[in-house]
């Protein structure tokens, strides 16, 4: 064993020295989109969130693809080719600014753009990727309905032919950027099975209107999506898509991301804690030097710092090929959970503090309840793993 004299000085920041695990280029792009958030994003944040507005989504989403964070794991038109470790820490530093920006990006990336990247002809490719990728164009996914979120097999939007046309109608329900999105991947029911379509958002009758009354992910746009009739090319269709495996791979993609960006929020948290516990006193001195305010800072880390290891550990499987849904599940289930937790914990050492604006904690609290449930609840994932640890199916 090494001389302790030799030893790296332990870094409270950094405390498994997870930071030797990352390449020079992988550092320097989880240093330019943390850079960005905090000049962008983490001094506006509570104003947006306070007002339920994001007034400059599409000044943002432009910056976010001039640092290439917008379907930066995919290859070629436009997109950054970026490793899935590399686009897990964008998806972390996101989140550690707000839910709501690293769920624009996700959904941007992970599903509106990965559906065409990964199931769409060269014309679809061609048309919209450049665009999505500079920020130029806002995607939508469309899959979720007012009546089935986890069953998406009951889905009732339903595309049916007319001569060479498509007639797309139906309702879905949640969905992140749809009132200022300009192309929108539904996913209906045809005679031929479920199918993916690229939707113009300009189309006559669709609608987006914006949820309001929302008390989580409050700086982000939340839309239904109304189809009423709306006529479509024949090539609007994804060729490539048909079934459920489909979306299902496309929600599997923008998981991954959630499994790093939970810990982004997380991290604040945990920072907001420490901080705070060494400047409060009470009883004559900071509270930070109390050991029940010891013991939840360290609990807080540990979780904190597996949460990442499992994350680093996941994309290294993603970029290897490797990565199987049920270990997405897994990475999902684990650090939203955690992520929850250390978020309420921070809480309570901040008091009364903790509740307000002025902190980040109740902020990322509250958006980690969205995140929790939304692409898979935590009794889906928990579902996920039973059958794939039993060989016996529960969700029936």
């Known amino acids: ?68 964070a917008l379907g930066m794991s995919l290859d070629g038109y436009g997109c950054a080719g970026a490793s899935a470790v590399q686009y897990g820490l964008a998806c972390l530093e996101l989140e550690a600014a707000d839910s709501g920006i690293r769920s624009l990006v996700s959904v941007q990336g992970s599903l509106a753009m990965y559906a065409i990247h990964r199931f769409g002809s060269e014309e679809q490719k061609r048309a919209w990727l450049p665009r999505m990728a500079s920020g130029e164009v806002i995607g939508c996914f469309g899959l979720t ?52 379509f690229v939707v113009p958002t300009d189309s006559p009758g669709f609608s987006a209107p914006e949820i309001k009354h929302k008390w989580s992910l409050r700086a982000s ?57 060494r400047t409060r006193e009470q009883f ?40 199987r849904p049920e270990q997405v599940s897994f990475g999902k289930l684990n650090n939203v959970r955690e992520a929850i937790e250390i978020c309420r914990t921070a809480r309570t050492i901040l008091g009364a503090n903790g509740i307000s604006l002025e902190y980040p904690v109740m902020r990322h609290a509250t958006n980690l309840e969205s995140v929790l449930t939304y692409e898979g609840t935590v009794e889906m994932h928990q579902l996920v793993l039973g059958k794939a640890l039993t060989g016996l199916d529960a969700f029936r």
């Open 1 to 68: 064993m090494a001389a302790s004299s030799k030893l790296p000085p332990f870094d409270p920041a950094d405390p498994l020295g997870i930071d030797d695990l990352l390449e020079p280029e992988d550092l320097a792009i989880r240093d330019t989109v943390r850079s960005w958030a905090a000049d962008r994003v983490e001094p506006f944040v509570a104003e947006w969130y306070e007002s339920g507005e994001l007034p400059v989504i599409r000044e943002l989403a432009r910056e976010l693809g001039a640092i290439g």
């Open 145 to 196: 309905e007012p009546d089935h979120g986890s069953d998406p097999a009951g889905m009732r939007t339903y595309a049916k032919r007319d001569g060479s046309d498509w007639v797309l109608s139906g309702r879905k329900m949640w969905i992140t950027n749809g009132s200022v999105a300009g192309v929108a991947v539904v996913w209906a029911r045809t005679d031929g099975g479920v199918r993916g």
């Open 221 to 277: 746009v939340t839309s239904e999506l109304v189809l009423d009739e709306v006529r479509l090319p024949e090539d609007a269709v994804l060729p490539e898509a048909v079934g459920l495996r489909g979306p299902l791979s496309c929600l599997s993609h923008a998981r991954y991301g959630i499994v790093w960006g939970a810990m982004g929020a997380a991290r604040t948290c945990f920072e907001a804690a420490v901080g705070y516990a």
């Open 284 to 323: 004559g001195r900071p509270i930070g030097g109390f050991q029940l305010t010891q013991a939840k800072l360290a609990d807080m880390a540990v979780e904190l710092h597996k949460g990442i290891l499992l994350a680093h550990h996941l994309g290294r499987r993603m970029d290897a090929g490797r990565l």
